[in-house]
């Protein structure tokens, strides 16, 4: 168990803190709704949620890009020298990692989401009236083979968010370090 950290952890600021709310939730109900839709049989309902999800993936894509413009902008504030002291170097590594890997595939998923949709000739038409480029060309063996790319992709995102979320609650209720309180709303 680590100490309690004598420093207050430096907070996000509100706009970090709301983007990164808004996306987790948005990435959280991507997946569950992906899962949910690729079940169900050929229905007008299942051709309803499929263009929402790609609506919904497109969102989660331009989030994603003005999350990662804004942490370059407004760099993340630095860990309380003791709270880093205390943290055992594999969890170190393994949240740089993890960060790493899952603004990836914030971008990855989507974009193989789009390209395994445009490669199956279904363009994206964003919220019904706004028709994006497609971005590849028509192939179904290109279709066939980004298909199961989005889905593992997906997955990974998924063991991701779930590591993360686990993280978090460990430093919040065993550690007691005060480093979940950096990213929660409203509390200041």
């Known amino acids: ?9 430096a907070r996000y600021g509100a706009p970090a803190i709301a983007l990164h709310w808004v996306l987790g939730l948005a990435i959280v109900v991507m997946l569950v709704a992906g ?3 690729t079940g169900l049989p050929f229905s007008p309902q299942r051709l309803k949620l499929y263009n929402w999800h790609k609506w919904a993936g497109m969102a989660v894509l331009a989030l994603s890009v003005l999350r990662l413009v804004w942490r370059f902008i ?3 504030p630095a860990l309380p020298a003791d709270m880093q002291a205390a943290m055992p170097r594999w969890q170190q590594r393994a949240q740089h990692g993890t960060h790493h890997l899952m603004y990836g595939l914030f971008f990855i998923v989507p974009l193989l989401g789009w390209a395994y949709s445009s490669a199956a000739g279904f363009p994206i038409v964003f919220l019904g009236w706004l028709p994006l480029p497609d971005f590849v060309p028509v192939s179904p063996e290109l279709a ?26 460990k430093h ?3 550690d007691r370090d005060g480093l979940m309180a950096r990213m929660l709303p409203g509390r200041g």
């Open 1 to 9: 168990m680590s100490p309690v950290t004598t420093q207050r952890p």
């Open 35 to 37: 899962w949910y839709m």
């Open 74 to 76: 407004r760099r993340p």
């Open 144 to 169: 066939d083979a980004l298909k199961p790319l989005h889905g593992l992709a997906a997955y990974a995102l998924a063991l991701l968010v779930v590591l993360h979320v686990a993280a978090a609650v």
């Open 172 to 174: 919040h209720f065993i």
